[in-house]
Each structure stands twice: as C-alpha cells, then as structure tokens.
C-alpha cells in the first residue's frame, strides 16, 4: 500500500494502470474460474452440460453487438464509472450459480453480454488516456499481467478447493461459486481506488472533447470499422476471440474428461491445472512480451504468439486425437502453457496498436476490437459441442496464419508512425 501512495504521487498514470489491473485480477479472477467450471458443474447439477455452452454463446453474441452502443454510455459515465457499473453485472451473474437454475443463468447471460461491452470499453479507454507514445507496451503487458494473474489465483483456488472426484456435488458447488462472488466484490470495490486523468488529444488540448450522441456514437464506430486498416485488424482480432474460445471452453472441458474417453488421470481438477498453466504463461508474457513490443515491433511479438499456438495445436492432435500415443496428461498442460502464451503476445501487441493508432477514437476502437473479439469467442462456444475437435484446431491454425499476415502487413510500413489516417474503402 505504501508503494501505491508513493506510485499516485510520483506518477499517477501508472498508478492508475497498477490500481485498475488489480481489481480486474479481482473480477476476473472469479469470473473465468467460474467460465472454466460452469460446463462441467451444470453439467454435475442436472443441468447438461449444454446450458454452459450455451450461456457462454449468449454473452458473447450480445457482447459482440451491445458494443456498438457501449462508447456511447462510457462517453456519458465516464471510463472508471462505466467499469464499476460494468463489472456489477459480472458479480451477478456468479451469483445465479449460487442457486442455479435455467432461465436465471440465461437471463443473467444476456445482460452481462451488454454489461461486457460496457466494462472493456470503459476499460481500453482508462488504458489509452493513460498511457502515452513510451508507456504503451509497458502499460499493456502491465495489465496483461495483472489481469492473466487471475488465471493462476483463481485456478489454484480451484484445485483446494475442489474435492479430487470424478464430478462435483452441488454443496461443493454451491460453496466454490459463493466464495468467486465474494472475490468478484472485491474486485469491484478496488476499482474505487483509480483517481481522474484528464485525456491529452493529439492536439495537445486537455480540454474535455465534446460528447457524442447515440446515433453519431455508433455512426463513428461504423465509420472507424470501414477504414482499410482496421479491416484488415479485425482478422487478427477475430482469431482472438476464436482460440480464447478455445482455450477458454473446449479444451478445459475436454481435459476434465465429462465423456470418459481419456485415460482416468483426466478428471474435472485437471480443469484447474489448466487454468494455472494458462495464468503462469501470461503473467510471463505480459511482463516480458510488452518490452519486445516497444523495443522489437508489435509483429514480432505477433509471430511469437503464433508459433506458440502452432505448436500447441499439433501437439494436442497428437495427444488427444491421433492415437499414436497414449494421452500425457503432462503434455496436454504444456500445451496450456503454450496456449496462455501465445494469447498474451496476441493480446499485448493488439492493445498497443489500438492505443497507438487510435489515441482519439479509443472508444470506438476498443468497441470494434470487443465487437469481433466475442463475436467469434461466441462462434467457438457456439460450435464446442458440435464440431469434432480435430476440425476446431483446423479452423484455428488456419485462422492464425491468416490474421498474423494481414497484422504484419498494416504494421511494418507504419513502424514508427505516430497516429493513423483513416482511409475509408470506397
């Protein structure tokens, strides 16, 4: 706590990012514990397994069009109020499996999907107004840490908390959701901590730029999304959504084994397992992959991240799929590992371009950047229970390779480039 008092006063900016990425460790470390257990505990609860899929679907799909509106609210709240309310309805919807019931977890699944698009435009607003042209790599990977934390402490949590069984008991269910709500609240309640910085414009005016309405809010955005160089960053935003999908849903369940069809060493507390190999892999690359960013270039970073999911992708086919080896349970978590990985370096080098190219469109960039991101992440929970899962690692090498091309295309002739010129398609 002193560091921070010290950190507000020397440099408030970052103190802001410190203070901000601690209470999204806070929420989120509920919040994707929660993501990675819900198949698997509806599933134990009576409920099917399918309901976990399908509530994950519905919050991205409402998450991917509430964001045409969402910089319309956060310019009206503010960032840090638009992260409060935001983040609100997250704790919500942790608390419907306290007691969980069909309409109830569906209905809170809508409404975080509008409040989701809420929080990370508010969010990567925060981020831009308080990051500059020599901070943002190491504000990203900042962030990137805190935030992936979550992963590593929510997931340990699990792994204690959790009984070493086959299935979980709705008492032990009923106990692992009340304490992730607990810690969500906190993680809400730091939040409170974040001071107000007044945005620079590339202007250099501090002056406060005038609000947009709902229908010129959304217009901008549209306007934003048919400039060439963004069309060509959805692709690698859109892979984004797909593998976290991945990572984030089907593999995890396929690793706690609900079909028996892995060898018995494969259990729900394997799911856990998972989550700390995801969180130790991107609290690693936050903190050293926004450094290569800033020193290196972002497409660099960009290959990293895509020889990691390469290899990992062939690895779990090889694994899980090909019946050329008996399942290795330490292989399939290096895997995770490799995934987490290469997620961060994506993350980290998409967050510093958008903050880059965008200083003063960050609300309707973040906004396209969430649309699409949970556009596919809703696709891949969409087809998890549908599409054979040596199909799904098709999709998503072939998804790779063809977002990591078009991000080096629009990056390397504008290297050190300082903002960005909006050329729409005509």
Avoid at 117 to 124: M, P, Y
Avoid at 126 to 137: A, E, H, L, P, V
Avoid at 377 to 402: C, K, N, P, R, W
Wanted: glycine content about 10%; some cysteine; aromatic content about 12%.
């Amino acid at each position: 706590m002193n560091y921070l008092r010290r950190l507000m006063i020397r440099d408030p900016k970052l103190y802001n990012i410190v203070v901000h990425g601690i209470a999204f460790m806070g929420l989120f470390t509920a919040f994707q514990t929660s993501s990675s257990f819900q198949t698997t505990v509806l599933k134990d609860v009576g409920l099917g397994s399918n309901l976990g899929y399908t509530s994950l679907a519905i919050i991205y799909a409402v998450f991917s069009v509430a964001n045409f509106i969402s910089p319309y609210i956060v310019d009206f709240l503010g960032p840090r109020v638009g992260m409060g309310i935001g983040g609100a309805f997250y704790c919500l919807f942790i608390a419907t499996f306290l007691a969980p019931k069909e309409g109830t977890v569906l209905g809170a699944s809508g409404l975080l999907g509008v409040a989701a698009a809420v929080l990370w435009t508010a969010q990567g607003n925060f981020q831009t107004i308080n990051s500059d042209d020599t901070t943002r790599g190491r504000n990203a990977g900042i962030f990137w840490a805190l935030l992936q934390s979550s992963n590593l402490i929510g997931s340990t949590m699990a792994y204690l908390v959790l009984p070493d069984d086959n299935s979980i008991s709705e008492s032990q269910a009923h106990q692992f959701y009340l304490i992730l709500f607990c810690v969500a609240c906190g993680g809400i309640g730091v939040l409170f901590f974040t001071r107000p910085v007044q945005p620079v414009h590339s202007s250099g005016s501090s002056e406060p730029a005038t609000k947009m309405g709902l229908v010129q809010s959304i217009k901008s955005t549209i306007d934003l999304l048919l400039t060439r160089e963004m069309l060509h960053l959805v692709l690698i935003i859109a892979y984004n959504g797909l593998e976290q999908g991945f990572w984030g849903g089907r593999y995890p369940t396929a690793l706690g084994n609900s079909d028996h069809s892995l060898p018995a060493i494969f259990k729900p507390k394997v799911i856990a397992l998972h989550g700390i190999m995801i969180g130790v892999s991107q609290i690693i690359g936050g903190l050293a992959i926004g450094r290569v960013s800033d020193k290196f270039g972002k497409s660099w970073v960009v290959m990293i991240g895509l020889a990691c999911h390469m290899c990992s992708y062939y690895a779990i086919f090889i694994n899980l799929l090909s019946g050329y080896m008996e399942p290795s349970l330490p292989l399939a978590l290096v895997c995770s590992f490799g995934l987490g990985l290469g997620d961060s370096c994506i993350n980290t080098a998409t967050y510093a371009i958008l903050t880059e190219r965008y200083s003063d469109r960050s609300l309707q960039a973040f906004a396209i950047f969430k649309c699409f991101q949970s556009a596919a992440s809703g696709a891949a929970f969409g087809y998890s229970d549908g599409l054979a899962l040596e199909y799904q690692l098709l999709l998503l090498g072939i998804s790779a390779i063809i977002g990591a091309i078009f991000f080096v295309r629009i990056d390397a002739p504008r290297r050190h480039a300082h903002g960005a010129e909006y050329t729409p398609i005509a």
